[in-house]
C-alpha cells in the first residue's frame, strides 16, 4: 500500500467527505481493512446525488412548472454537481488498486459494483 497515493487520495475527496471521516481515514488509514471499509463506503456516499443535487433538481422542476427563466440554470448547476460527484466516484475507483493490498482490491471491486448505473 503506497501511502502517498492514500494522501493524495484523502486530499482529492476529502471536500466531498465528512469530517469524521476524513479524520478516521487520516488517523487509521494505514491499516489496509480501514482502508478497504472507507473506500466501499465513500464509492457508496457518492454514487447517490448528494444535497445540491437534489435542490437544483427541486428548483429546476419548480421553475419549469412556474414557468420562470431560471429552470435551465438550476440544470446546468444540477448537471455540474453530478459530473463533480460521479467524477470523485471515478477518482475512487481508479485509486483503489494503488492504496489497497492485492488481496483487498478484489474486495473492493466486488463491494463497489462499479457496473451499477448512478443517479
Not at 32 to 39: A, C, K, N, T
Not at 41 to 50: E, F, N, Y
Not at 68 to 92: F, H, S
Amino acid at each position: 500500500m503506497a501511502e502517498l497515493d492514500w494522501d493524495a487520495l484523502l486530499d482529492e475527496i476529502g471536500s466531498y467527505m465528512s469530517p469524521d471521516w476524513m479524520e478516521y481515514a487520516r488517523s487509521h488509514g494505514e491499516k489496509g481493512w480501514v482502508r478497504l471499509v472507507l473506500l466501499v463506503d465513500a464509492h457508496h456516499q457518492l454514487s447517490t446525488a448528494r444535497a445540491g443535487e437534489k435542490v437544483a433538481n427541486t428548483m429546476y422542476h419548480l421553475a419549469n412548472d412556474q414557468g420562470e427563466g431560471d429552470a435551465e440554470g438550476w440544470e446546468a448547476i444540477e448537471l455540474k454537481l453530478r459530473e463533480e460527484r460521479v467524477g470523485m466516484v471515478t477518482t475512487i475507483v481508479d485509486s483503489a488498486e494503488g492504496v489497497l493490498t492485492e488481496e483487498l482490491y478484489p474486495m473492493f471491486i466486488r463491494s463497489a459494483e462499479p457496473m451499477r448505473e448512478m443517479q
